[in-house]
């Protein structure tokens, strides 16, 4: 088994434009969804991330606010999912709640070991 990180882009501006109670519904469909990935062992680690960020260059001499990035592309949050291969972890993000609200995409990266590199 592998460890995949999966970074959750775009969707919210249509988050934004949901009632109260839409949102809780939304909420409720990824608790489900992560609460099922950990049940089936898949679930290692993942969190929401906040709008606001900096942005580091330069080894630290420029430092500004950001991300400034389209909408889109903002990355919102990110889970850790263990999974055989690249296949199955992709098979695993297509039940993800995010393509239920507009969100542009699920970028799936395998986490290497760094003792092997």
């Known amino acids: ?17 949901m009632s109260q109670k839409e949102r809780q ?5 990824w608790g ?4 099922n990935l950990q049940q089936q062992g898949n679930l290692v680690d993942g969190q929401p991330l906040g ?3 900096k942005v580091v260059r ?8 950001g991300p400034f990035v389209e ?3 903002v990355v919102g949050g990110y889970l850790i999912v263990s999974a055989a ?23 799936i990266r ?5 003792d092997n590199h």
């Open 51 to 53: 709008a606001e960020g």
């Open 85 to 107: 291969d690249f296949h199955e972890a992709t098979e695993i993000s297509k039940g993800c709640p995010i393509f239920d609200y507009d969100g542009a995409f699920v970028e």
């Open 1 to 17: 088994m592998s460890n995949f990180l999966y970074l959750f882009r775009g969707g919210d501006a249509a988050y934004e434009r």
């Open 25 to 29: 519904e939304h909420m409720e469909l």
């Open 110 to 114: 395998e986490i290497q070991d760094m």
């Open 58 to 65: 330069d080894r630290g001499t420029v430092v500004t606010d």
């Open 71 to 73: 909408g889109s592309e």
């Open 32 to 35: 489900a969804w992560m609460e």
